[in-house]
């Protein structure tokens, strides 16, 4: 692993990115109980670095991260930008109290935003689509994440509430 490629333009983007996005997270007022914010965190973390070491490398390695198409240092700080977007998924279903079908806008709106970080990131040369991988062939893969991620936040917001409601008893 060869610690820092160029160091340029799309690594200054990234500190820039995860400067503001980990911003925004201590900014906004608490909400979420401590176990759905580590889960939020963890979750982000964990589901974003599997398919982008299923999809950005490996046998697929359908898009190169920074500069060279070898793990550095910086491609661990792009990968950190995965928290806030998990953590704000959950942060925003919450606050805007989304249920039943609005959860399909939802879902369609973050994968829309995700697509948009990669665009974005393609413009800055934080990633570089190769072997014909297009921006478009994330969509399912935004879709398949966001929806259960969803499904697991609405299960432990459901235990959380039952476990509330045990204790008030």
């Not at 965190?41 to 500069?67: A, K, P, Q, S």
């Amino acid at each position: 692993m060869k610690l820092i490629g160029t160091f340029d333009m799309n690594e200054i983007a990234l500190l820039i990115f995860v400067g503001v996005t980990y911003a925004i997270m201590v900014i906004l007022p608490k909400v979420l109980s401590t176990e759905l914010t580590i889960l939020s965190i963890v979750w982000g973390f964990t589901i974003g670095v599997v398919f982008d070491f299923t999809i950005g490398g490996g046998r697929l390695d359908y898009y190169r991260v920074n500069d060279i198409n070898h793990y550095e240092l910086f491609d661990f700080v792009y990968y950190m930008l995965f928290v806030p977007f998990g953590y704000c998924f959950n942060y925003f279903y919450e606050v805007l109290r989304i249920r039943g079908l609005f959860s399909i806008l939802y879902i369609v709106v973050w994968a829309g935003i995700g697509i948009g970080a990669q665009f974005v990131f393609s413009l800055l040369h934080i990633i570089t689509l190769q072997n014909g991988y297009k921006l478009v062939h994330s969509l399912p893969v935004f879709l398949i994440i966001q929806t259960v991620t969803a499904f697991i936040y609405a299960y432990i917001k459901n235990e959380e509430q039952k476990s509330k409601s045990k204790e008030n008893e």
